[in-house]
């Protein structure tokens, strides 16, 4: 979906590209798309292009986003997004939890209590 700001216009526009994939692994590496119908709509062009590599984290291989770039623009102007992504890091936390429960619980703590003010 586009949004043009000036005209208040809303469009839902189709995407043709392509995809890449390594021949090895078949994990994609890359999308390239382009967006189609804009012909009359105030933003007449709309490109996105996204790059994956291998990742290493804590030892083990990802394939994540590397960077993107998003171009449009109309007759009046043009716009790019430049995005890199660095410093891919593990976050983790551990816990447990355990319970000292007794064999056998006492017979007063199993009846009903009055609410306590």
Do not use: W
């Amino acid at each position: 979906m586009l949004h043009d700001g000036g005209s208040g216009r809303t469009i839902i526009a189709g995407y043709k590209g392509l995809i890449y994939a390594d021949a090895e692994t078949l994990m994609v590496m890359r999308i390239k798309m382009d967006c189609e119908g804009l012909q009359d709509f105030p933003i007449n062009r709309v490109g996105l292009e996204m790059d994956y590599d291998n990742v290493e984290i804590s030892g083990v291989k990802f394939v994540l986003p590397l960077k993107f770039v998003v171009i449009s623009g109309s007759s009046r102007y043009s716009a790019k997004n430049d995005v890199e992504f660095r410093r891919y890091q593990k976050f983790g936390a551990e816990a447990s939890i355990s319970f000292d429960v007794p064999e056998e619980i006492p017979e007063d703590q199993l009846k009903e209590q009055p609410v306590k003010p």
